[in-house]
């Protein structure tokens, strides 16, 4: 793609954590804009009003200084743009040794691309965060206490995000889902783990595949299609039910799927001896447009 005018961004569109396009998580990248305001760029992510948008520049030691927007606010780590934005980087040749460092407001976060999957290593360990009571939880998500998982309650659990993590007990509860504004805004919109992702398992709980959907009313997002930074604070939820095995083997979250966007995640913990270190997140993406946007005023 043609670089743009100093006036203008040069976008790519792709969608993330699947190879089929319009499926997935949609996600813009911005490949060396202009130089541009942390108030641009939000008016940007806001204009598109895409789950994220992300922003990539150059540095000199060959990593790139990552920014990333909801349409409501900056993000420190995402898991679909860190994805996106490696396998946007490779297909423009930009990347060697099929390594990517992407410098987010975590720290640095390094991306694997192998044959067209992309897999990033968490900068921090999964670890719990303080969460709502179980009552205000259910009630938030129009559900109730009989509706969860009978092995799994809700935690908080963050891997530079935090989420509020919901097993329930079937997908038709799953499908059920959704956020009371009201009610979430009078308690867990005001807990240290306000966004929401409730899961339920496909194959019991100690097997591999698990179904998810996500509620981002703090990020600006309604309902997202896969959410990266979610499935690793899951890993650190899922890890203590799991055993050794399961963690070394991973796990494969299916996203999107009501929302008629499917969308496939692969998750694997990192050990070290029995401690949970850090989480792979990876999958694919496909690109399905490009374009530009206008530099908003400062």
């Not at 990333?68 to 040794?97: C, K, Q, R, W, Y």
């Not at 659990?157 to 956020?179: E, Q, Y």
């Not at 703090?218 to 309902?223: F, I, K, M, S, T």
């Amino acid at each position: 793609m043609a670089a743009a005018a100093p006036d203008r961004i040069a976008l790519v569109r792709y969608d993330v954590f699947t190879d089929v396009p319009f499926t997935g998580n949609p996600l813009a990248v911005a490949i060396d804009p202009p130089a541009l305001t942390t108030v641009q760029m939000q008016r940007v992510a806001a204009e598109l009003n895409l789950s994220e948008t992300v922003f990539l520049t150059a540095l000199a030691d060959g990593s790139w200084a990552t920014r990333i927007f909801t349409p409501a606010t900056e993000m420190p780590f995402a898991g679909h743009p860190s994805v996106g934005a490696a396998l946007a980087l490779a297909d423009a040749g930009l990347v060697e040794d099929g390594t990517v460092s992407l410098q987010e407001g975590v720290g640095t976060v390094v991306v694997e691309v192998v044959d067209g999957v992309a897999t990033l290593t968490t900068p921090l360990p999964p670890s719990p965060v303080e969460s709502a009571d179980p009552g205000d939880v259910v009630a938030a998500l129009g559900l109730e206490l009989c509706d969860l998982h009978p092995e799994l309650g809700p935690r908080g659990w963050s891997a530079g995000v935090p989420f509020t993590v919901v097993a329930v007990r079937d997908l038709d509860v799953l499908a059920r889902a959704a956020v009371d504004l009201g009610r979430w805004s009078e308690a867990v919109g005001l807990s240290a783990a306000p966004d929401v992702y409730v899961v339920t398992p496909l194959d019991g709980v100690r097997g591999e595949r698990w179904r998810a959907r996500m509620f981002g009313p703090v990020l600006g997002v309604v309902e997202d299609p896969a959410t990266g930074s979610a499935a690793a604070a899951l890993c650190g939820y899922l890890a203590g039910a799991a055993g050794e095995a399961r963690i070394d083997e991973g796990w494969t979250i299916e996203q999107g799927v009501e929302m008629g966007r499917p969308s496939e995640i692969r998750l694997q913990g990192v050990r070290r001896g029995a401690e949970l270190v850090a989480v792979r997140v990876g999958g694919r993406a496909v690109q399905v447009g490009s374009g530009e946007l206008a530099v908003p005023p400062a």
